[in-house]
């Protein structure tokens, strides 16, 4: 099982240093590819793929939103060698509606045929005053995947391996951003330090054998870089 780390966790660190610069500190943490966000940095896609390849890195997957799945331009998929692509968020009102899930059955189907899973990636407010729009969602598309982040289970009530189990057939790989004991505004500890069952989580990617998994962070106190390879050390260890 290989190691990711979602890159707009390193957005702003990106806009500082550069993409080449954290490109090379993401390697040199020890993780093995990145999943992208809808951002070329300027760079077209043979470039962006020249820079990965330099560093050895993979590409993953790639979150984007509901028109560029439905664009069906797949120059970045082809060039990248995106397997996964993600939905990183849709609103409450989005969630309930029919036409939504159809739209992503058919998103599924027509990735699918090209070899590249499409998936739903959720946040804490598909849970708000007792609903389950995950549940709904994945019932009402049945080729859609969960890419589940156990950081916003854990904030919205939901042990992730409890909430996980009855969903494993659907899973295409996990989020893993820990969560703080003092809440989700407070610096994410370290992996293992905190209440999002990353070790549970870790473990149960292995048993399901998925490809990889996903670090992430939003809130740090230490530098990133430390931060990232301790994250990559603990995956291992576990």
């Not at 070899?115 to 005053?129: K, L, S, T």
């Not at 004991?181 to 505004?185: E, I, L």
């Given at each position: 099982m290989k190691i990711a780390v979602q890159l707009y966790s390193l957005r702003n660190e990106i806009e500082k240093e550069g993409f080449e610069a954290v490109l090379k500190g993401v390697k040199a943490a020890g993780v093995d590819g990145?999943?992208?966000i809808e951002n070329g940095y300027g760079l077209a896609p043979d470039a962006y793929r020249a820079l990965l390849d330099k560093y050895g890195l993979e590409a993953f997957g790639c979150h984007c939103g509901m028109d560029a799945l439905a664009d069906r331009?797949?120059?970045?998929?082809?060039?990248?060698?995106f397997k996964q692509l993600i939905v990183p968020w849709l609103s409450v009102d989005a969630l309930k509606m029919k036409a939504t899930a159809s739209a992503l059955q058919s998103d599924a189907e027509f990735y699918a045929k090209r070899?590249?899973?499409?998936?739903?990636?959720?946040?804490?407010?598909?849970?708000?005053?007792g609903a389950d729009y995950i549940a709904g969602l994945l019932n009402a598309a049945p080729l859609l995947k969960f890419e589940p982040d156990i950081f916003w289970l854990a904030a919205a009530g939901k042990p992730a391996a409890e909430y996980l189990k009855p969903?494993?057939?659907?899973l295409m790989t996990i989020h893993l951003k820990e969560l703080s004991?003092?809440?989700?505004?407070a610096p994410n500890?370290?992996?293992g330090k905190g209440v999002s069952e990353i070790k549970q989580c870790v473990e149960l990617a292995k048993k399901l054998k998925l490809s990889h998994v996903v670090i992430e962070f939003e809130n740090l106190d230490v530098p990133w870089r430390k931060y990232l390879k301790k994250a990559a050390e603990y995956i291992r260890r576990v």
């Open positions: 990145v999943e992208a331009t797949t120059t970045w998929s082809k060039a990248l060698g070899g590249i899973e499409v998936g739903y990636h959720n946040h804490a407010h598909e849970f708000e005053n969903l494993e057939n659907r004991k003092d809440g989700a505004d500890p370290y992996f």
